[in-house]
């Protein structure tokens, strides 16, 4: 080529050159392009193998009796060595088939078939191997006891919590998975007593000939430990200050991880801080271990927005509502809340909208003259329309809540003052109704709060098992700035039990009004979180009245009402990744106009099916009811037995 080039016009030579350059090019990238692809192909496929090779075809599992236990095939074969042969394509191996033999083996004994054997057996097909894992279990071991050793002589130390911690009875068959999810803990359980720094040795003894199997606790305590400095970072000195008057963990008292829990939890309480990371320093020599609390304060401004819809028989409710929370002002300590909530309600029987607002501004205070207790004031205006009235007003409040032992039993007080203008009262109520609800001038309302709640239940959101019980109690007197003098009580216990995977709930409530009856404190009986045999507040006194010829219902409270509520909570299975549950409940209650009416045998009762779909909002809650009894003339909802009921949340 370079000859050829030397003997032409030297223009010609030039182009004939630039040819032969650029063909040389495109010869490049054809090759490279090629082995790219031959590459590529190569990472595509298995490689061949090699004659006289065979592959994997694929892998059984054969019991030889039903076990007592659940094997799916994945459990075992996923973790074998030759199905990652069979999937990558590489040959079949007679020592990656020893070695699957005993891993088959050892996943039934670490399910207590101490006895069990395992053979393995090749069949040919074709140029591949199927492999058959044939299982004798043997007969499954129980587990007989649990031996604890080493602890120190420490008459505070619970063996029995420790026994505990291996969520195993002595009888049962036994499990290592379940004793391997226990060693984490183990490890750390002297701790909870004050030996930060033990150590434990954890075996299980398998005897063969029995069936047994026993668990041997080695405990090395080492020395009794007590809290050293504690020092708290990553926050004001003020707050570091408050937070430390929090902690349950001590300088000088007996160490213990419980403390360090529950110091952890008080600090989250305080909710200033996203995070709370705990170091105590274990390293040192001797019996003091100081403890680190290292906390990352939270965002100090915060936006809330939500909106909701509600049904029931005889309404449709649309709700929306807007929060902004700002932490740590007007001081350090305060918390600065503004809020709105406003909603529509639209009565079936009127076609009619009514809407209600509230707005209100508070300022909270912790640890307000002494530590956990919390201070608030609040201000606020609300519009309200109800079927008998619209009322239109600002309120003001004073209040105190403390824990009086940890979230176990809390108390409260409140004052609270607000003045009220009636405007657009119902045609259904007369002259004489009217001047009896106070609702024919403006009202002065202005009573004393004491709440005293014991919570036993294990979750608040789902409780399965614990009690719940609450009194309320309202004093309306001058003395509070108000015109009304009357005592309003309201007692209400909640139980809840499980039974297998049902959760049997129940529920209590009454309310009891004695001397003036300001229409806004009147009793409501009726709806999602009531007697769900009837609409919202369809279960109260009231008067039928024809508005514009239509026959509209005007219920104007009670002095006095009962609730009575069982529930069987049952799990049904999930949807999209959402746990569905169901309910069958039995709804009683009344709501009377005085006390003496209220008649406890004589009890309005409905009965129904419901469901629920776990969201990250709440469970949303469909309920149906069918009334059993008083739905004739003269009852509340004459001739109407079905309710039906959407709303967010449990009934209790």
Not at 116 to 144: C, W, Y
Not at 455 to 472: F, H, K, S
Not at 492 to 497: C, D, S, W
């Amino acid at each position: 080529m370079t000859h050829a080039c030397t003997r032409t016009h030297p223009e010609s030579r030039a182009k004939l050159c630039a040819r032969g350059a650029a063909w040389r090019e495109r010869t490049l990238v054809i090759v490279v392009a090629g082995a790219i692809g031959a590459v590529a192909a190569c990472g595509a496929t298995q490689h061949p193998l090699p004659k006289g090779q065979q592959s994997v075809a694929s892998i059984e599992l054969q019991a030889a009796k039903d076990t007592k236990i659940t094997a799916k095939r994945a459990d075992i074969v996923d973790g074998l060595a030759l199905e990652r042969a069979r999937v990558n394509g590489d040959p079949f191996d007679q020592y990656l088939l020893a070695v699957d033999t005993e891993r088959v083996r050892g996943w039934y004994v670490r399910k207590g078939y101490f006895r069990a054997q395992v053979t393995a057996d090749v069949v040919p097909q074709g140029n591949a191997m199927k492999v058959v894992f044939k299982i004798d279990e043997g007969k499954r071991s129980h587990l007989t006891r649990v031996e604890i050793g080493g602890l120190p002589d420490d008459k505070t130390i619970d063996v029995q919590a420790i026994r505990d911690t291996i969520k195993l009875k002595d009888g049962d068959w036994f499990d290592y998975d379940v004793f391997d999810l226990a060693k984490g803990e183990l490890t750390n359980v002297l701790a909870r007593w004050g030996y930060p720094k033990a150590h434990v040795d954890m075996s299980v003894a398998a005897d063969q000939v029995r069936d047994e199997a026993i668990i041997r606790l080695t405990f090395r305590p080492g020395p009794l430990c007590t809290f050293g400095p504690i020092t708290i970072e990553g926050t004001s000195e003020v707050l570091a200050d408050h937070a430390d008057a929090r902690l349950s963990a001590k300088p000088g008292t007996r160490y213990s991880s419980i403390d360090l829990a529950n110091s952890r939890a008080a600090l989250y309480d305080m909710k200033r801080f996203s995070m709370v990371r705990i170091e105590p320093d274990l390293e040192g020599e001797g019996n003091l271990v100081p403890v680190k609390f290292i906390v990352t304060e939270s965002t100090r401004h915060e936006l809330r927005l939500g909106a909701g819809l509600g049904m029931s028989p005889v309404s449709y409710e649309v709700r929306a509502r807007a929060g902004y929370t700002i932490t740590g002002w007007p001081g350090p300590l305060e918390t600065t809340k503004l809020e709105v909530k406003p909603s529509l309600v639209r009565m079936r029987d009127t076609g009619q909208w009514e809407p209600r607002v509230e707005a209100l501004a508070a300022i909270e205070r912790m640890d307000l003259f002494r530590p956990f207790m919390t201070g608030t004031a609040e201000v606020g205006v609300a519009y309200t329309t109800v079927e008998a009235y619209t009322s239109t007003g600002p309120h003001v409040q004073l209040g105190l809540k403390t824990p009086l032992y940890g979230r176990y039993l809390q108390a409260a007080a409140m004052w609270h003052l607000e003045e009220l203008w009636f405007q657009h009262v119902s045609p259904g109520i007369s002259p004489t109704l009217e001047q009896q609800l106070h609702v024919d001038a403006p009202q002065r309302l202005g009573f004393y709060e004491q709440t005293l709640i014991a919570d036993l239940r294990d979750n608040q959101v789902e409780p399965r098992r614990g009690a719940y019980g609450e009194i309320r109690l309202h004093e309306g007197t001058i003395a509070a700035g108000g015109a009304f003098t009357y005592l309003k009580a309201i007692p209400e216990l909640r139980g809840y039990y499980p039974l297998g995977p049902v959760v049997f709930g129940t529920r209590a409530r009454v309310g009891l009004i004695w001397g003036d009856m300001p229409a806004t404190e009147r009793f409501f009986a009726g709806g999602s979180t009531s007697m769900r045999g009837f609409g919202e507040r369809r279960l109260s006194p009231y008067v039928d009245t024809l508005v514009n010829g239509t026959l509209t219902h005007v219920p104007y409270g009670g002095g006095a009402m009962v609730e009575l509520s069982e529930e069987a909570r049952f799990p049904i299975g999930s949807l999209f990744g959402l746990k569905i549950g169901g309910v069958a409940f039995l709804d009683g209650g009344d709501d009377t106009e005085t006390i003496g009416q209220l008649n406890i045998a004589r009890l309005h009762w409905a009965a129904g099916p419901g469901l629920r779909v776990n969201t990250l909002i709440g469970a949303i809650r469909l309920d149906v009811a069918y009334r059993l009894n008083r739905y004739g003339d003269g009852e509340p909802s004459p001739g109407s037995r079905l309710a039906f009921h959407v709303s967010i949340g449990e009934a209790f």
